[in-house]
Each structure stands twice: as C-alpha cells, then as structure tokens.
C-alpha cells in the first residue's frame, strides 16, 4: 500500500473512503479541510476578534495552531485563547501546564478562569456532593463561562475544536433524547437568531474525525500522549460514542453519513425554530441568555454548588 | 510481541503480521486508537514484527 498522491509509506487510511496518505500528503489534506470548512461556511470575516477556547487537548491545540498559521498577516483579525480550569486534579492541570508552554512558543495570549474563582468550588469539589453525571454539570458550567468570557473580551466569535466524531454525538443524543430544537444550533457555525448576548461559535475542525485530529497532532509534534477526562466515561455522551465507533468500525463511513444527512436537515431545521422559538429569556439572577426564568447555571450555583 | 497500550498504561504480548490483526486479537476498535511503531504512525495495513516498538494512543480525550 502506498500513498494514493506520491508514493510514499502511508500513514493513515482516511476514515470514510479507501485512500491512504503519507505524512506530508495527510497534513496538507488536513490543512486544506480546515481552510475549506472556513471558506464554505463563512466562519471567518474581516475584524473578527476571535476568541479560541482551548484546554491544552489535541483538538484544541491543533485549531489553535492552525488559526494562528491559517489568519497570519491578517491584521484586521485578532486571536485570544481562553481556557477553563474546572479543577481536575492530575487531568486538567496537567493539560493547562501544557497549554502554556504551546501559547508562548507560538505567540498566542492566553486567558485562564477557573471554576474555584468563578464559582468558588473546583469540579472535584463539586462532585464530593453532587451525585448526578459529571459531564452534565461541567458542561453547563463550561459553556456558561465560555459565552461570559467571550463577551468580557468583546468577541465576534468563539472557535471550539468540536470534530466530526463530537458533532455525530451530539445529532444523535439529541435524537435519541427528542431534543430536536437543540440540534438546530449546531452546525459549523451556530445560531438561530442573532443575539447580542450569545457569541456565535465556529468549528473548523467540523469534518474532520477525531481520530484524523489525533493523528495531525502526534504528525505535528504537539503531543504523544493524549489523556482522556476521567470523567468521560460515566457520560452519556460517552456510551453514544461508543456505540458510533462500533457502527463505524461495521460499516465505515456511518459517522460522516450522520453529518452529512444532518447538514442536509439542518437549513429546515433552523428555518422552523427561527419562526416558533420563543423569545430568548435572560437569567433573572445573572441576566446571561437562557431559555427559561433562570440559567441552569444559577440554579446549579444555588442547589449544588453553595451547598 | 509487546504492546504498549497508553490508555491503561499496560503492556500486552500478542503475536501479529499486521497491525490489523494486532488489533483484532487485542479486540481495540482501529478508530478509537492511533499505532505508533518504533516512533512513527503507521496505517492498520503496516507489517509488524517483534522487533518493532508498538504503542496504541487512544483518540479518545473530553467528557
């Protein structure tokens, strides 16, 4: 087997066909899919200030990378990473140790905020008490932050490093739990209506699979080792994924089929919640968007967190 | 041969010609891991000997 442009040892066989690649060949494959996703979905415009939210992971990482290389010379637009210490102990500071190096080396500010700060418990803390999912609980809490932060900083854009293989998850959870008006704000780039309050996110990774990204960070260097959250597998998001990697290892090509009929749907879908979703309520206690009286993240504060 | 998986932080012995079968005996699903042999990726169609060094990094990171 060689590879299918130079001739060269192959180093990956693309997830969704026959064609196998060499390390140079897979890199600019990779790069390409990345500048093409921004390009088709106009996820990048003149002035943006663009936050990137990042963790020190390979996703995270290579986006920060590749936006750093992909927007130089463009003087109009402005990069910040931002990063979320939910207070993992031997996960999350292991990663931001890492993360901080990578800003520095490659010339990216970097802006940390943690859970202990913000909310006044780490995630480990939170979790002596909480007995419910992890993932439900940070995830809330993450995103929270993430849209506040953004805001702070005065962002145009939010870039996460939400991959293929995350974007198939979330289509089917939200099938799977008939929550079929979340799914609407997915996309490459999100949103519904235009909100001043909610940050639009884009995802340049969107077609790429999670395990193609793994490969262009160890291929990069950026990493050889890629830690898993030791809360991930109690997720639900955790058991849908093992599920889709079962399928896709049956019947390859499953999870692009996902997003690619999804993104078909998606215009329909956006069209029908943009007409009959209720007007965008703002948290009576912190006056962030929500969609009811109180932002989940109040009511965690309250119920779970102050405990 | 002796198999590195990072995952678990274990070593498994398993006897293979192609990094295909490395994983079927192994029962790892070839998309959740990334191969590394002797320091370099290789494709689940790579030959393997005992000779080589192998290291199975998984994919798999967030919650």
């Known amino acids: ?307 | 041969m002796k198999i590195y998986l990072e995952k678990t932080n274990e070593y498994k012995d398993v006897e293979a010609s192609t990094v295909k079968e490395l994983l079927a005996k192994l029962k790892i699903n070839p998309t959740t891991v990334i191969v590394i042999k002797n320091n370099e990726l290789v494709s689940e169609d790579d030959k393997v000997s005992n000779k080589d060094e192998i290291k199975l990094l998984s994919v798999i990171s967030g919650g």
């Open chain 1, 1 to 307: 087997m060689v590879c299918k442009n130079c001739q060269e040892r192959p180093v990956i066989k693309l997830t969704n066909s026959n064609i196998y690649l060499c390390k140079n060949c897979f890199i600019k494959y990779f790069e390409k899919k990345v500048k093409k996703t921004i390009s088709d979905y106009k996820l990048i415009e003149k002035n943006d200030n663009i936050i990137i939210a990042t963790s020190g992971g390979k996703d995270s990482t290579s986006l920060l990378y590749l936006l750093k290389k992909i927007l130089k010379g463009r003087k109009d637009i402005k990069i910040i990473a931002i990063a979320i210490d939910e207070g993992i102990h031997n996960y999350r500071d292991k990663s931001l140790e890492f993360l901080k190096i990578f800003c520095q080396e490659h010339e990216v500010e970097l802006k940390i905020f943690s859970y202990k700060e913000e909310f006044g418990k780490s995630l480990d803390e939170i979790l002596k008490t909480y007995k419910g999912i992890p993932c439900s609980i940070c995830g809330v809490l993450r995103r929270y932050l993430l849209n506040k932060k953004s805001k702070e900083l005065k962002a145009t854009k939010l870039a996460t490093g939400h991959n293929l293989d995350d974007e198939a998850q979330s289509i089917v959870m939200n099938y799977f739990k008939n929550n079929i008006k979340i799914s609407a704000r997915l996309g490459p780039i999100t949103g519904i209506k235009k909100d001043e309050k909610f940050i639009p996110r884009i995802k340049p990774l969107y077609f790429l699979t999670e395990k193609e990204v793994t490969a262009y960070a160890f291929l990069k260097g950026f990493m050889d080792k890629f830690n898993e959250c030791p809360n991930s597998p109690y997720s639900y998001r955790g058991q849908i994924r093992d599920m889709l990697n079962d399928f896709e290892a049956k019947y390859p090509g499953t999870k692009h089929s996902i997003i690619m009929s999804f993104l078909e749907l998606l215009p329909v879908l956006k069209e029908n919640y943009r007409n009959n979703l209720h007007a965008i309520n703002y948290c009576v206690s912190c006056s962030e968007p929500c969609s009811q009286k109180e932002c989940k993240t109040c009511k965690y504060i309250k119920t779970v967190i102050k405990l």
